[in-house]
């Protein structure tokens, strides 16, 4: 149980277009889902929480307008960066949380990940 | 303000060794602290994790040792293999649904 997809894996997009990348969670309902964002050899940078049906909340330094955060359901959150710019080119991740049988609020399961780059 | 202190940030170790990690925290408020392991291109995956009311927990050939009065924790893996090279993030938390701080991470390389 458990388990966080994310899509895409990947992706290339141009300077100046948008992209959006999906987080799902599988098999139970995640209350809260959070995006992290992480340069290579570098820890995870939390981005912003956000719970079902609510607005995020971003981290200080994180252009809210810029990345564009949606928790429409308690499966769903998608992260779009908008007017990407080179500097976006990152590894972005997200987790979520619930509880579903014997999942604790506490823990974080995480996705693979997207690795976006923008040229 | 790096809340998580996490060391060594590389640590190369023969197989059939202990790996140790350590950490650090300065929020008394965290009261869940989870390791995590992350290979290359992938998301991070939960090792094991305490709370504060216990002072080890063994999982396997993972254990976490923590010290509440001295507000550190660490990851010992006993025997270590190849597989486990991976870089390992601590991490603390104030309770469910929030958000979790993160070490530095330590790239662990166990040589045959």
């Known amino acids: 149980g458990a388990v966080v997809s994310q899509h895409p894996s990947w992706v290339i997009c141009k300077s100046g277009t948008s992209v959006k990348i999906e987080c799902r969670s599988l098999?139970?309902?995640?209350?809260?889902m959070f995006w992290y964002r992480q340069f290579p050899k570098q820890s995870l940078m939390l981005m912003a929480t956000s719970n079902e049906g609510s607005k995020a909340t971003y981290e200080q330094g994180v252009e809210k307008d810029k990345f564009l955060i949606n928790h429409a359901s308690l499966t769903l959150s998608t992260l779009t960066v908008t007017s990407a710019h080179p500097e976006d080119s990152s590894f972005y991740i997200c987790s979520a949380s619930g509880t579903s049988g014997t999942l604790s609020s506490y823990e974080q399961y995480f996705g693979p990940g997207t690795r976006l780059t923008v040229t | 303000q790096q809340q998580v202190k996490q060391s060594p940030q590389s640590l190369i170790v023969q197989k059939g060794g202990i790996s140790i990690i350590n950490c650090a925290y300065e929020n008394t408020a965290f009261d869940y602290f989870p390791w995590y392991q992350q290979f290359p291109g992938k998301g991070p995956a939960l090792l094991i994790a305490i709370r504060p009311d216990v002072s080890e927990k063994k999982e396997g050939r993972f254990t976490i040792s923590f010290n509440k009065s001295a507000k550190q924790f660490s990851l010992h893996i006993m025997d270590s293999q190849p597989g486990d090279s991976a870089t390992y993030f601590c991490?603390?938390?104030?309770?469910?649904?929030?958000?979790?701080?993160f070490g530095i991470g330590t790239k662990l390389q166990v040589i045959p």
């Open positions: 098999d139970f309902q995640a209350t809260t």
């Open positions: 991490a603390a938390s104030t309770g469910g649904y929030q958000k979790v701080t």
